[in-house]
């Protein structure tokens, strides 16, 4: 049944999207898609808005400088702005394609500023031109209403097969080569390297007459000196030393082998884009249409994991014995939203069946409400919150050095699979989650400069040195960490040994740690099951002494407790605590307060593993007196480039 409303769903969507939305074209095994949501964007900020913005101003001006001088608006290019338009790469052992494809509001008005200056073809139902680019080149094509900018790319392991190579008539002539050509066996003067290997060592007088040529040589030369290219076997067997570089004239027709090919495919690739649609396109894949959000300014589909890396390293898959590595994860899904809250990134990745069933186990503590006692968030310059089970990770340890590791490394899969078990077998997985079970919550106060002392040293005229005790500023952190444990007696022992060694000196409860080496004092207590380590003396006393008053409001605490992964860092908070030292005038003083004194909090976190899938979200709020994200980031970046 769920399969059916899964279906009717997709069918849906698929029937709701625009016969002109592009989407269309992008095959069903695309390696990855972004959708560009213009049509979104430009309802947050209207096109006029965005005119008179200093981004929107730069591209004017830039496109007059080109010649371009009809532009007077970001509309003007011919593009549709109230269409989404797609990023997407397909690949294949032999070539990569990138492609954009951009909706057509005004084909005259394309043509007069993509194609100006150009050689155009007439294809019948397109038009199209290449331009060089670094690299590879680069196809623009167009007609009533599709642009299409790709790129294609040759995959040049696939070339250094011999097979392939042998198919197109590339050499892959290399170094080597060049350095160990065959010899002519029938030469029998100066042009034979086979005399100069059979002759030179075993007769003196024939390395006197060799000697001979390399003085005239040199006394030829005059002052001009040679690298070891241009002095070679063939000068000193007398021949041409204008003679052209096979290495050189073999790399140069190879190039232009691949060069053609990959024109060739890649206007065949375009061809398909403009004259045919794909049997299944990317609008039948559920996965897919499950990523698309009409109020995200751009979302990024990857249908694999696994992909990623094989596309990106493939000499990963020399290692393993197949090509299933990471192949429990499936595909993963990344949006950009801007409302009136904020920026948010939102992520989410497929896991196989076991997989999630491990992270379910890892993920499974809550965080320890005991922490949030500690918490002032009115002082409070950031805090970071982690719930896993100690215990529950290492038991699942062994298999997940495995599973990655061993199908990976397939040489050493003996030796990883026996690695993993005698670990398993020395580690007493309950032991170690009774001393920290595997919830934490790091709380950063505040930043201080303090003068340290440190060894610096003086030298004489003879080299001589002295050291010297000298001291220097450092911005000093003020932080507190808190970790549940239940292991009184290791506790106890360790803080009795390292006092009576005198690494640790104790009153009243809290333990004081200090070292040269650091540029501030560690703290130690516990109470209620909890350990906490700081900065702060008098807040470890309090602590102890039942005196610390916590706040922390609703906002907070249920981003902590709700979320396996949780942060919050306050941009306004950071930037009060920056020693005004480092702001060196005034005026860099007020715009440093301008752009972060005026940031809302930035906070991320992840909920764990919901069915089969992991999701994560990071937001950058909005602060008070703008209408949405969008319409912040563009004035924050208006007052910067006014300050240069």
Same mark, same amino acid.
């Not at 063939?234 to 024109?263: F, P, W």
């Given at each position: 049944?769920?399969?059916?409303?899964?279906?009717?769903?997709?069918?849906?969507?698929?029937?709701?999207?625009?016969?002109?939305?592009?989407?269309?074209?992008?095959?069903?095994?695309?390696?990855?898609?972004?959708?560009?949501?213009?049509?979104?964007?430009?309802?947050?900020?209207?096109?006029?808005?965005?005119?008179?913005?200093?981004?929107?101003?730069?591209?004017?001006?830039?496109?007059?400088?080109?010649?371009?001088?009809?532009?007077?608006?970001?509309?003007?290019?011919?593009?549709?702005?109230?269409?989404?338009?797609?990023?997407?790469?397909?690949?294949?052992?032999?070539?990569?394609?990138?492609?954009?494809?951009?909706?057509?509001?005004?084909?005259?008005?394309?043509?007069?500023?993509?194609?100006?200056?150009?050689?155009?073809?007439?294809?019948?139902?397109?038009? *199209?031109?290449?331009?060089?680019?670094?690299?590879?080149?680069?196809?623009?094509?167009?007609?009533?209403?599709?642009?299409?900018?790709?790129?294609?790319?040759?995959?040049?392991?696939?070339?250094?097969?011999?097979?392939?190579?042998?198919?197109?008539?590339?050499?892959?002539?290399?170094?080597?080569?060049?350095?160990?050509?065959?010899?002519?066996?029938?030469?029998?003067?100066?042009?034979?390297?086979?005399?100069?290997?059979?002759?030179?060592?075993?007769?003196?007088?024939?390395?006197?007459?060799?000697?001979?040529?390399?003085?005239?040589?040199?006394?030829?030369?005059?002052?001009?000196?040679?690298?070891?290219?241009?002095?070679?076997?063939?000068?000193?067997?007398?021949?041409?030393?204008?003679?052209?570089?096979?290495?050189?004239?073999?790399?140069?027709?190879?190039?232009?082998?691949?060069?053609?090919?990959?024109?060739?495919?890649?206007?065949?690739?375009?061809?398909?884009?403009?004259?045919?649609?794909?049997?299944?396109?990317?609008?039948?894949?559920?996965?897919?249409?499950? *990523?698309?959000?009409?109020?995200?300014?751009?979302?990024?589909?990857?249908? *694999?994991?696994?992909?990623?890396?094989?596309?990106?390293?493939?000499?990963?898959?020399?290692?393993?014995?197949?090509?299933?590595?990471?192949?429990?994860?499936?595909?993963?899904?990344?949006?950009?939203?801007?409302?009136?809250?904020?920026?948010?990134?939102?992520?989410?990745?497929?896991?196989?069946?076991?997989?999630?069933?491990?992270?379910?186990?890892?993920?499974?503590?809550?965080?320890?409400?005991?922490?949030?006692?500690?918490?002032?968030?009115?002082?409070?310059?950031?805090?970071?919150?982690?719930?896993?089970?100690?215990?529950?990770?290492?038991?699942?340890?062994?298999?997940?050095?495995?599973?990655?590791?061993?199908?990976?490394?397939?040489?050493?899969?003996?030796?990883?699979?026996?690695?993993?078990?005698?670990?398993?077998?020395?580690?007493?997985?309950?032991?170690?989650?009774?001393?920290?079970?595997?919830?934490?919550?790091?709380?950063?106060?505040?930043?201080?400069?303090?003068?340290?002392?440190?060894?610096?040293?003086?030298?004489?005229?003879?080299?001589?040195?002295?050291?010297?005790?000298?001291?220097?500023?450092?911005?000093?952190?003020?932080?507190?960490?808190?970790?549940?444990?239940?292991?009184?007696?290791?506790?106890?022992?360790?803080?009795?040994?390292?006092?009576?060694?005198?690494?640790?000196?104790?009153?009243?409860?809290?333990?004081?740690?200090?070292?040269?080496?650091?540029?501030?004092?560690?703290?130690?207590?516990?109470?209620?099951?909890?350990?906490?380590?700081?900065?702060?003396?008098?807040?470890?006393?309090?602590?102890?002494?039942?005196?610390?008053?916590?706040?922390?409001?609703?906002?907070?605490?249920?981003?902590?407790?709700?979320?396996?992964?949780?942060?919050?860092?306050?941009?306004?908070?950071?930037?009060?605590?920056?020693?005004?030292?480092?702001?060196?005038?005034?005026?860099?003083?007020?715009?440093?307060?301008?752009?972060?004194?005026?940031?809302?909090?930035?906070?991320?976190?992840?909920?764990?593993?919901?069915?089969?899938?992991?999701?994560?979200?990071?937001?950058?709020?909005?602060?008070?007196?703008?209408?949405?994200?969008?319409?912040?980031?563009?004035?924050?970046?208006?007052?910067?480039?006014?300050?240069?």
């Amino acid at each position: 049944m769920n399969r059916f409303f899964q279906t009717i769903t997709a069918l849906f969507l698929v029937l709701s999207v625009s016969a002109q939305d592009l989407a269309h074209k992008i095959p069903n095994d695309a390696f990855a898609v972004v959708n560009i949501r213009t049509d979104h964007f430009f309802k947050l900020m209207s096109v006029d808005d965005f005119d008179r913005s200093n981004i929107g101003k730069i591209i004017i001006e830039k496109s007059r400088q080109a010649d371009l001088q009809e532009v007077n608006s970001i509309a003007d290019f011919g593009i549709a702005l109230d269409r989404p338009g797609y990023f997407y790469a397909t690949l294949s052992d032999s070539i990569v394609y990138l492609s954009f494809l951009l909706p057509i509001a005004d084909v005259e008005k394309v043509e007069a500023h993509f194609a100006k200056g150009e050689t155009v073809s007439s294809h019948g139902k397109f038009r *199209s031109f290449t331009k060089a680019a670094t690299g590879d080149s680069v196809i623009f094509a167009w007609d009533e209403t599709m642009l299409s900018i790709t790129t294609p790319s040759l995959v040049d392991g696939y070339f250094l097969q011999d097979d392939v190579a042998e198919r197109y008539g590339i050499r892959n002539y290399s170094y080597a080569d060049y350095y160990n050509q065959p010899v002519d066996e029938e030469a029998t003067d100066w042009g034979s390297v086979e005399w100069w290997a059979d002759s030179v060592y075993a007769d003196t007088a024939a390395w006197d007459e060799v000697a001979a040529v390399a003085d005239s040589v040199y006394a030829e030369a005059d002052s001009v000196a040679y690298e070891y290219d241009d002095y070679n076997d063939a000068t000193l067997l007398g021949e041409n030393q204008d003679e052209e570089n096979l290495y050189d004239t073999y790399y140069a027709a190879d190039q232009e082998i691949k060069r053609k090919l990959a024109n060739e495919w890649g206007e065949a690739f375009v061809e398909s884009q403009f004259n045919s649609v794909p049997v299944a396109s990317v609008l039948t894949n559920r996965s897919y249409l499950s *990523s698309v959000s009409k109020d995200a300014l751009a979302t990024l589909w990857i249908p *694999s994991f696994e992909a990623i890396y094989t596309a990106l390293l493939p000499e990963l898959l020399d290692f393993g014995e197949s090509g299933d590595l990471f192949s429990y994860y499936g595909s993963l899904q990344v949006g950009l939203f801007a409302d009136k809250e904020g920026f948010k990134l939102r992520s989410q990745m497929e896991l196989e069946d076991s997989m999630a069933k491990t992270f379910k186990r890892i993920y499974g503590r809550k965080l320890n409400r005991k922490f949030l006692k500690y918490i002032n968030v009115d002082e409070a310059i950031g805090l970071f919150a982690l719930s896993m089970d100690t215990r529950a990770y290492l038991e699942e340890l062994p298999g997940l050095l495995k599973n990655t590791y061993a199908n990976l490394f397939e040489q050493y899969k003996d030796d990883i699979s026996l690695g993993a078990d005698l670990v398993s077998l020395l580690l007493d997985e309950a032991a170690i989650a009774k001393t920290a079970k595997g919830d934490a919550l790091f709380v950063l106060n505040g930043l201080a400069e303090q003068e340290v002392p440190y060894i610096s040293y003086e030298y004489d005229e003879d080299y001589n040195y002295t050291e010297v005790e000298a001291t220097k500023v450092e911005t000093i952190p003020d932080f507190l960490l808190m970790f549940s444990s239940d292991d009184v007696s290791l506790y106890n022992r360790i803080m009795t040994y390292t006092t009576r060694k005198g690494y640790v000196t104790e009153d009243d409860g809290v333990y004081r740690l200090s070292q040269e080496d650091l540029p501030f004092e560690l703290v130690f207590t516990r109470k209620n099951g909890v350990v906490f380590v700081g900065t702060s003396v008098e807040q470890l006393a309090s602590i102890v002494a039942g005196s610390y008053q916590g706040k922390v409001d609703r906002q907070t605490r249920r981003l902590l407790t709700k979320n396996k992964f949780a942060g919050l860092l306050s941009a306004r908070k950071l930037s009060k605590e920056v020693p005004t030292e480092q702001l060196v005038s005034l005026d860099r003083y007020i715009a440093f307060q301008k752009i972060f004194g005026s940031m809302g909090d930035f906070y991320f976190k992840s909920d764990g593993v919901k069915g089969n899938h992991i999701s994560a979200e990071f937001v950058a709020r909005t602060p008070q007196g703008y209408d949405n994200a969008i319409q912040y980031l563009f004035g924050l970046v208006d007052y910067a480039l006014d300050q240069r």
